[in-house]
């Protein structure tokens, strides 16, 4: 599985190729790309639909507001979308599949793509009047009100993400128990009980997602670190790469038997690279030089109890193993009063030696997107300031919203990944038009569309980023952009008339 990134050229080809590719789903207003990824909702109303479409549109083309401030003070438009929440007849389920169509067609010709797993806790403390909600605490007294959002965002190996392949969102039960309590609770419980079955369920919906001549691997960090999704991902084909949680029984190529992390201490460093890691909620940027270190063997289930001493089928597994690559990174010497960079990831694809072993290191760093995906719907989108009275109607907004983060996400990426591609693969003909005038006060247009870069980049000093970076979230550019549209209509169809 050896990449051929020497072809940079090439990369950047495909790249811009497959945002080509996109560019039929992926663009539009507010209203025309939503038109264009949810062509296909179907609520059995056809006045529903266009319900839809407008409220989408409203929150798409505004996405960091809830509903009054989307639908611009127009109270019958905001009656029209806290009615269409309300309706029972629409589920998240419907938004959510006609979305996944889309996905699905984007990942088409891609030979490898990356799942990225997560899950997020979405605080509505405030939100006191809203039912349903349950709590986002980690600690068992005064629990925090929220919901609990886990998703895969499926992304190339460049980074460009192609849509969402999976996303459920729950209240979780506010139990008052000691950690004690909890292991318990846990150890007695079957796989299917635990809330740790989204992964496995998320990998059954994400590889009924995948062209058949696609490789799917599937990155989760170390809540993931799950033997049954080790299990599950191997027998459907698809990789995965998951940070070790902690130590866990080894068995070497040659049948002995011993533990990951003496496994590794015994060998030989491959490589030592340089990382950067990006800037987060525990640590400042920094470049770490870790030392990269792998070995393969298999990992034994850990007891039968995994699948719950209610199963009877349990002592059916207690035999099974699955093969993997344990790679660890490890940071030294670490600088002083930083904490080292230290990761064990697990993984079946090979990194025998130190090419296929940085491979993978690199492969799980796009792991990053998913958090950036949650930081776009938080921050970009506003998902926890929206205001509804039930869980339910909630559940249904942040599904929209989360489809709306992706292309928020995409546009960004686009601009990262091929900054020189025409921006028409991010904004419709009437946005980069509207646009160009708007920041060139000019009424004259150019004779070719911009690039993706010069747009963003537009679109960032419209939102008041005087730099002249394209990184950040165009999002608020994005929606000024889209009120400018709107007059740009407005005084078209004046003159035409
Ligand atoms: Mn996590």
Same mark, same amino acid.
Request: aromatic share 6%; hydrophobic share 25%; glycine share 6%.
């Given at each position: 599985m050896k990449n051929d990134s020497g072809e940079i050229g090439l990369l950047v080809e495909s790249i811009v190729k497959s945002g080509n590719r996109h560019m039929k789903t992926v663009t539009g207003n507010g209203n025309e790309w939503i038109r264009g990824e949810f062509? =296909?909702?179907?609520?059995? &109303?056809k006045r529903l639909k266009e319900r839809f479409f407008e409220t989408a549109g409203l929150l798409s083309s505004k @996405?960091?507001?809830?509903i009054h401030p989307s639908c611009h003070g127009s109270w019958s438009q905001a009656k029209g979308a806290y009615r269409f929440f309300s309706? !029972? %007849? $629409?589920s998240e389920s419907a938004l959510f599949r006609t979305h996944c169509v889309q996905t699905q067609k984007r990942l088409e010709g891609h030979s490898l793509v990356f799942s990225l797993q997560d899950t997020s806790e979405l605080n509505f403390?405030?939100?006191?009047?809203?039912?349903g909600l349950g709590s986002i605490s980690?600690?068992?007294?005064k629990h925090k009100m929220g919901l609990m959002l886990h998703a895969s965002l499926m992304v190339t190996q460049e980074g460009l993400p192609l849509g969402l392949s999976s996303l459920k969102c729950w209240s979780r039960v506010s139990r008052e128990e000691t950690p004690q309590e909890k292991q318990r609770r846990l150890y007695q419980s079957t796989m299917k009980e635990k809330e740790s079955i989204k992964w496995i369920e998320t990998l059954y919906e994400t590889a009924a997602l995948i062209p058949k001549d696609t490789c799917l691997i599937t990155l989760g960090d170390?809540?993931?670190?799950i033997f049954e999704l080790f299990r599950v991902a191997s027998s459907l084909k698809t990789f995965f790469i998951i940070r070790n949680r902690k130590d866990r029984k080894f068995i070497d190529e040659k049948g002995k038997k011993t533990t990951v992390q003496t496994a590794l201490s015994k060998t030989p460093i491959l490589k030592t690279i340089a990382l950067t890691l990006p800037k987060n909620q525990q640590r400042v940027a920094r470049t770490a030089y870790v030392d990269i270190r792998s070995i393969s063997g298999w990992l034994p289930i %850990?007891?039968? *109890? $995994?699948?719950?001493?209610?199963?009877? &089928?349990?002592s059916r597994h207690i035999h099974e193993k699955v093969h993997v690559s344990a790679i660890s990174v490890k940071e030294q010497?670490?600088? !002083?009063g930083v904490a080292p960079v230290e990761w064990v990831l697990l993984t079946? *694809?090979? @990194?025998? &030696?130190a090419f296929e072993a940085e491979e993978k290191v690199n492969w799980y760093r796009l792991r990053w997107k998913i958090e950036e995906f949650f930081k776009t719907l938080k921050s970009?989108?506003? $998902? !926890? =300031?929206c205001r509804l009275n039930t869980a339910t109607k909630l559940t249904k907004m942040i599904t929209l919203k989360s489809i709306i983060a992706f292309k928020l996400m995409y546009m960004t990426k686009m601009a990262a990944l091929?900054?020189?591609?025409?921006c028409t693969d991010v904004l419709s003909k009437i946005e980069w038009q509207t646009l160009y005038c708007r920041i060139q006060t000019t009424s004259r247009l150019p004779e070719h569309p911009p690039t993706v870069l010069q747009a963003i980049t537009w679109l960032g000093q419209l939102g008041g980023? *005087?730099? %002249? %970076?394209? !990184?950040? *979230?165009?999002g608020i550019g994005y929606e000024i952009l889209q009120e400018n549209v709107r007059l740009f209509i407005i005084l078209n169809n004046k003159n035409c008339g």
């Open positions: 062509h =296909q909702i179907d609520f059995g &109303d @996405a960091s507001g809830s309706n !029972e %007849r $629409v403390d405030s939100h006191k009047k809203t039912e980690k600690a068992y007294h170390r809540e993931a670190d %850990r007891n039968n *109890l $995994v699948y719950g001493p209610t199963n009877k &089928d349990a010497p670490p600088p !002083e079946n *694809l090979t @990194a025998t &030696d970009g989108c506003c $998902v !926890e =300031q091929c900054p020189e591609a025409t980023f *005087l730099n %002249r %970076r394209a !990184e950040g *979230l165009p």
